[in-house]
Structure formats: structure tokens, C-alpha cells
């Protein structure tokens, strides 16, 4: 069952013309990987609606102030790497590439923070797919081959930020859990916690409302 664009715009109502933009390459994505029923539809495009501010950000800000760095390096646990940066605030704030390398830096098959790999392979798509690794294997699963990582910003094209949150969908078994109505569970496997599970669920409802 394809969405239209009418009931894009109607979950995701901060759309706007990025509704009628994204609605062709959603609709091929999701036929490609099995999210075909109304309980699949909801739960992703909930969850992608989230994750991209309802379709308008396909890349990651990390735009952030001193103050910004350190709430988020307090509020995470003592050995991660965000806690780390608190002490280096003042130096990253304002500084997006050397905030991404400075947090994604050696982690997720990235190089070192001084090999730019962090900045280069930041979160894209509609999902958010981050580092080295994941973008190699999700360029294996579109191409066949490595053109993810050398041209990375393909994921912030609807196509391709489309194709890569369904692909990152279903190799993680969530249309599993979206046959079962385990919408939290679907969060905590995108975003390694509940963070704005509020807003998901209010989008998920809406999901399940407007595709009856």
C-alpha cells in the first residue's frame, strides 16, 4: 500500500513541500524492503519523521554551543565519549566538523579525530546512518560496491536517504517488531535509548489514524 503525498503531509505536517519531494523515493524504498503493511508504514515513517524534523534535515547538525556540549557530555554515562568533550567544550562549540571528528573519531570504523572520517561520516539519510562501517555496508546493499564512501553526500539525496533508512530498517528486524506493535522497542534499536520517544509515539498514532 504506497502513501500519498496527502497522507505524508498529514502525519508529517511540518513537511510542507518536502512531503510531495520525498513521497516517490519512500514509496520505492519501502516496497524494496517489505514495508508494505499499514503496521510497517506507521512505524517508519513515524520513525524517519522524527529523526529528520518531519523530512526537512538529511545530515546531522552538530552545530553546538559550549553550553549545548556540556549538558549533553554531563547527561551521558561517566566512560562515554561525550563526557569526555566536556572538558574541551570551549574548543569544540561552533565548530561542527571538529566537533564530529572529535566525537565520532576512532568509533563506528572510523579513523582517528585527525582523520577527518568523523566529519566526513556523520549522521545522513533519513535515519541517521553514521560512520565508516555502516556506510560501507549500506553502499554494499545499494551499489554493490564502495560509493558511499567516497562520495558520502549521495545520502543526503531523497533517493538515497530514503533507500538507506529502509535498508537500515530491515536488516535490523524491525518490521518484526512493527508487526508486533513493539514501537518502543523500534526506538530503542535506531537510537540506542527512548530519547523523544514522546514525539514518535504522537507521530505514530497519527501514522496509524490517517492509514486506516
Given at each position: 500500500?504506497?502513501?500519498?503525498?496527502?497522507?505524508?503531509?498529514?502525519?508529517?505536517?511540518?513537511?510542507?513541500?518536502?512531503?510531495?519531494?520525498?513521497?516517490?523515493?519512500?514509496?520505492?524504498?519501502?516496497?524494496?524492503?517489505?514495508?508494505?503493511?499499514?503496521?510497517?508504514?506507521?512505524?517508519?515513517?513515524?520513525?524517519?519523521?522524527?529523526?529528520?524534523?518531519?523530512?526537512q534535515r538529511v545530515k546531522e547538525n552538530l552545530n553546538y554551543r559550549a553550553e549545548r556540549i556540556r549538558e549533553i557530555g554531563l547527561a551521558s554515562s561517566p566512560n562515554s565519549r561525550w563526557r569526555s568533550l566536556v572538558p574541551r567544550a570551549a574548543e569544540l562549540a561552533g565548530n561542527p566538523e571538529k566537533l564530529a571528528n572529535a566525537v565520532y573519531g576512532g568509533r563506528m570504523g572510523n579513523g582517528a579525530e585527525s582523520s577527518g572520517?568523523?566529519?566526513?561520516?556523520?549522521?545522513?539519510?533519513?535515519?541517521?546512518?553514521?560512520?565508516?562501517?555502516?556506510?560501507?555496508?549500506?553502499?554494499?546493499?545499494?551499489?554493490?560496491?564502495?560509493?558511499?564512501?567516497?562520495?558520502?553526500?549521495?545520502?543526503?539525496?531523497?533517493?538515497?536517504?530514503?533507500?538507506?533508512?529502509?535498508?537500515?530498517?530491515?536488516?535490523?528486524?524491525?518490521?518484526?517488531?512493527?508487526?508486533?506493535?513493539?514501537?518502543?522497542?523500534?526506538?530503542?534499536?535506531?537510537?540506542?535509548?527512548?530519547?523523544?520517544?514522546?514525539?514518535?509515539?504522537?507521530?505514530?498514532?497519527?501514522?496509524?489514524?490517517?492509514?486506516?
Amino acid at each position: 500500500m504506497p502513501i500519498t503525498e496527502h497522507q505524508l503531509q498529514q502525519i508529517l505536517p511540518n513537511a510542507g513541500q518536502k512531503a510531495g519531494v520525498f513521497v516517490p523515493a519512500l514509496n520505492a524504498a519501502m516496497g524494496k524492503y517489505a514495508i508494505i503493511t499499514r503496521l510497517r508504514i506507521a512505524a517508519f515513517i513515524a520513525q524517519i519523521g522524527h529523526e529528520s524534523g518531519h523530512l526537512q534535515r538529511v545530515k546531522e547538525n552538530l552545530n553546538y554551543r559550549a553550553e549545548r556540549i556540556r549538558e549533553i557530555g554531563l547527561a551521558s554515562s561517566p566512560n562515554s565519549r561525550w563526557r569526555s568533550l566536556v572538558p574541551r567544550a570551549a574548543e569544540l562549540a561552533g565548530n561542527p566538523e571538529k566537533l564530529a571528528n572529535a566525537v565520532y573519531g576512532g568509533r563506528m570504523g572510523n579513523g582517528a579525530e585527525s582523520s577527518g572520517d568523523g566529519w566526513r561520516f556523520p549522521g545522513r539519510g533519513l535515519i541517521q546512518l553514521t560512520g565508516r562501517l555502516n556506510y560501507n555496508a549500506c553502499s554494499e546493499a545499494l551499489f554493490s560496491d564502495g560509493r558511499l564512501l567516497a562520495t558520502p553526500e549521495l545520502l543526503e539525496h531523497p533517493v538515497y536517504a530514503s533507500l538507506s533508512a529502509a535498508w537500515f530498517w530491515q536488516i535490523n528486524g524491525l518490521n518484526g517488531l512493527a508487526d508486533r506493535g513493539e514501537f518502543l522497542q523500534i526506538t530503542r534499536n535506531i537510537n540506542g535509548g527512548a530519547n523523544g520517544q514522546e514525539d514518535r509515539q504522537k507521530l505514530y498514532e497519527r501514522a496509524l489514524a490517517v492509514l486506516q
